[in-house]
């Protein structure tokens, strides 16, 4: 799976957008762009996740680049709770079916200041 | 809860002393699996199951980390002959594996993790 680089800390104010950058040059063509978080003292929490074009769910959106080398995780309106580890992770998914474990970085720390 | 449970939340032990987590996946979940997390550092894969059949085990830590899974539900994760630098949170998760075509999607929950401290 591709390696992915991360900012390792950001701080957000309350109430505005958290942007949360990623770097994945060497990310092929069959890879996806998955981003999960860790609430201190808790398991990993998937967030979102796409393959080229943007997305959006109700926590996130995520903003692909064309030529798919990086990413953005957008959370519009952070709050407090949003405090966390966020990592950014590409893996090989397989027409076949399966799939590979997850494969973590060091991630951002994210803090959202009051 | 319907969510993934883990058991013990914390174990401290000696040096030397064998010790063994519980995983309890989410209940249609097939896949299961292992990972270790030490402080500051993403979770490392170990491990993992589909259904009972462990399908990949090379990047267990030693021969001293061994993992079951019975009957394919719970699972259990041993180390045996504890040594300090085995003092982690070791996190299990679960999904589903099948699903065709391109897209096919596999989010794994995560439990909330056992931390091993070794004295």
């Known amino acids: 799976d591709a390696k992915t680089t991360q900012p390792t800390s950001m701080d957000c104010a309350e109430g505005r957008a958290a942007n949360l950058p990623c770097n994945h040059s060497?990310?092929?063509?069959?890879?996806?762009v998955y981003w999960y978080r860790q609430i201190h003292s808790q398991g990993p929490q998937y967030i979102i996740h796409g393959l080229k074009n943007n997305e959006t769910n109700e926590m996130a959106s995520l903003i692909i680049t064309e030529d798919r080398k990086s990413s953005t995780l957008i959370l519009p309106h952070a709050t407090l709770r949003d405090t966390a580890v966020y990592y950014c992770i590409v893996r090989l998914l397989l027409s076949s079916g399966s799939a590979r474990q997850l494969t973590f970085g060091s991630g951002t720390q994210l803090t959202v200041l009051p | 809860d319907t969510g993934v449970s883990q058991n013990p939340r914390h174990k401290i032990t000696k040096r030397g002393q064998n010790v063994t987590f519980r995983c309890d996946p989410i209940s249609e979940h097939n896949r299961l699996y292992w990972y270790r997390q030490t402080l500051g550092q993403g979770p490392e894969f170990l491990t993992y199951f589909q259904n009972e059949a462990q399908l990949e085990k090379s990047r267990l830590l030693s021969d001293r980390f061994s993992a079951e899974r019975p009957k394919g539900s719970f699972s259990t994760l041993e180390i045996q002959r504890t040594e300090q630098g085995d003092s982690a949170m070791y996190l299990c998760?679960?999904?589903?594996?099948?699903?065709?075509?391109?897209?096919?999607?596999?989010?794994?929950?995560f439990g909330p993790g056992t931390r091993l401290t070794v004295t």
């Open positions: 060497t990310i092929s063509g069959n890879e996806y």
């Open positions: 998760a679960s999904g589903i594996s099948g699903g065709t075509g391109q897209g096919a999607f596999y989010e794994q929950y």
